[in-house]
């Protein structure tokens, strides 16, 4: 993580130099202001993986001598035959076509949305205070 937190970081100053440029040569209020908020993203995101990798263990992508399989291992819990997945992208394609068409498709694509994350958050609760 030192390393992503770093390349972030270095990121960060590279759009904060091309926001000054950019808003001294164009004189242009959009795309300085495009600049600026990409500096800001990329100081949180930094500042976020820089301020972890000081709290966790060093991961294989920290140590120079590390092979591939040094980062192998479990990344999760996914549901192998979830439907929920399906409506939800249902939903949020008809809420942004929503968008270019008309907010009237925002009736159509509220029901996908919410039955969708409705049945993902309790896919596996059965029953009174039990997760499995």
Request: proline content about 3%.
């Amino acid at each position: 993580m030192k390393i992503q937190g770093k390349m972030f970081l270095w990121l960060a100053l590279f759009f904060l130099i091309m926001a000054i440029v950019y808003g001294v040569w164009a004189k242009e209020p959009a795309g300085t202001t495009a600049l600026s908020l990409s500096f800001g993203l990329s100081m949180m995101v930094g500042y976020y993986l820089a301020f972890t990798a000081r709290r966790v263990d060093a991961g294989a992508q920290d140590n120079k001598e590390a092979d591939v399989a040094d980062d192998a291992g479990e990344l999760g819990f996914f549901s192998p035959h979830s439907w929920q997945p399906l409506a939800l992208g249902l939903g949020g394609a008809l809420a942004f076509l929503g968008v270019a068409i008309g907010w009237w498709l925002m009736y159509f694509a509220a029901p996908f949305i919410l039955v969708g994350l409705w049945g993902w958050v309790f896919e596996y609760y059965h029953g009174e205070n039990r997760t499995q």
